[in-house]
């Protein structure tokens, strides 16, 4: 038997599963507040001593430290750009900012601001237009640019512009195109590009831990590999999924759909292409770092009217002020409940509707989701209250007639209440029957 613990650094928690990697089953789990203050190896450690038992190995995923921020530069926002923001929320990053077109001395002083950790630099099809991502490209190497950069376009220039960034001192990566073709989109080049600047650049340069042990041990970002093991549940049990994880900072949205003929054959109108396989993150909304954003979305929605928004205000505010506050008696678990239903009823639309939280407003392409049949809930809030409230909790979003959503026809809902998701995802790279046989066990 070899053991194997699979550790999440959260925003908040650091949560730990140790695995038997013969068998796939959950041996036990153990948690610790997450010490970003300090570092965050002594929250690590922690989590893993209160498993009980010594592993073999260690897997592990972050998003402490506001997790993986990126920034899109694009050609044309609703081809290339969409196309990249895509690729970037299916590897698991918090797009901060999207960019359309020739940057200009405003534009890039933007892309400053918004303090990406990775660029992901995309533009024109395989033989299409070349002169925006050159003209791009070269304002970033003139501009003594030094956050790492993905470059993903026009494979007619992609080596050139690769030798010009990395001769002016950019740190690059050039993989093939994410829009080949127009209603083509291939994430799989870009998406392994983010992870591995993720590791190589990202984690150490966040300073959460002193030594190289930490940067050493983490595989992925934690969206990404939560998204790997909803894929694999997904591929597995031969229906359409849909997963709800709502977190401090964000509210993550994944689904898994299985598209019929009349689907296929609108791709051509979606000129952006499309994942079957997709996640969204929504940063304005989360239990404790994002709680005013859940208000302020939930105003913008038309979801709770002046009353109730002026109450929830004050608390949401608290729990920004104070990250680590754990809600104690009846009152403020109930506040916390109603901040979740909150939280899952916005980003179900927004996933559901297409749109994206980002610079440049809304984008097309939406999710059927009438074919889901099972969901999934996950994070803190549903896994440490009673069955009832996180079944009335995603309840609320799966009810929600008047958000304007294909709503699933009938589906079964279960709590991630191990948090085994992202240990599937760590485990399904070199032990996929194993992470299977967890899924299984634990998820039905």
Not at 33 to 58: F, M
Request: aromatic share 2%; charged share 20%; proline share 4%.
């Amino acid at each position: 038997m070899s053991l194997l613990c699979c550790v999440d650094v959260g925003s908040t928690f650091t949560k730990a599963a140790l695995v038997d990697t013969g068998s796939g089953e959950l041996v036990a789990t153990g948690s610790h507040r997450t010490t970003v203050g300090a570092d965050v190896l002594h929250g690590l450690d922690a989590a893993v001593a209160a498993t009980g038992r010594t592993p073999d190995g260690l897997l592990v995923c972050s998003s402490a430290g506001g997790g993986l921020r990126l920034a899109v530069v694009g050609y044309e926002r609703l081809v290339t750009a969409q196309a990249g923001h895509r690729v970037g929320l299916s590897a698991g990053s918090r797009v901060v900012h999207v960019a359309a077109g020739r940057l200009d001395r405003a534009g890039l002083a933007e892309l400053r601001a918004a303090r990406p950790d990775v660029v992901l630099l995309v533009g024109g099809t395989d033989g299409g237009d070349t002169e925006t991502i050159t003209h791009n490209a070269t304002r970033l190497a003139n501009a003594r640019w030094r956050v790492p950069t993905v470059l993903a376009g026009n494979a007619d220039c992609r080596e050139q512009l690769a030798d010009l960034l990395a001769g002016a001192g950019v740190p690059v990566v050039a993989v093939d195109n994410v829009l080949p073709a127009i209603g083509v989109l291939d994430p799989g080049p870009a998406r392994a590009a983010i992870r591995q600047v993720f590791l190589q650049h990202v984690i150490g340069g966040k300073k959460l831990s002193r030594g190289p042990r930490f940067a050493s041990l983490v595989k992925a970002a934690t969206p990404d590999a939560v998204l790997s093991g909803v894929e694999l549940l997904a591929a597995r049990s031969a229906e359409d999924l849909l997963v709800v994880d709502i977190g401090g900072a964000t509210t993550d949205v994944y689904s898994v759909l299985t598209p019929d003929a009349e689907q296929l054959a609108g791709v051509r109108d979606e000129v952006a292409g499309v994942l079957w396989a997709a996640r969204t993150v929504e940063g304005d909304l989360g239990m404790r770092w994002s709680a005013p954003g859940v208000v302020a979305a939930a105003i913008l929605e038309k979801i709770i009217g002046p009353d109730e928004a002026s109450a929830l205000e004050l608390t949401a505010t608290a729990r920004a002020e104070h990250p680590g506050y754990v809600a104690d008696d009846g009152v403020e678990k109930a506040v916390d409940r109603r901040l979740a239903e909150l939280a899952v009823m916005v980003a179900l639309r927004r996933h559901a509707r297409g749109e994206a939280v980002v610079a440049g407003g809304p984008r097309r392409g939406g999710r059927d989701l009438r074919a889901v049949r099972t969901v999934i809930g996950s994070g803190g809030v549903l896994r440490h209250s009673p069955p009832q409230v996180a079944e009335a909790v995603l309840g609320a979003g799966l009810g929600d007639t008047a958000g304007g959503w294909a709503l699933p026809r009938a589906a079964r809902t279960v709590v991630d209440a191990s948090y085994i998701l992202a240990a599937a995802g760590l485990l399904s790279v070199e032990h996929p029957d194993a992470a299977a046989a967890l899924l299984a066990a634990e998820l039905g």
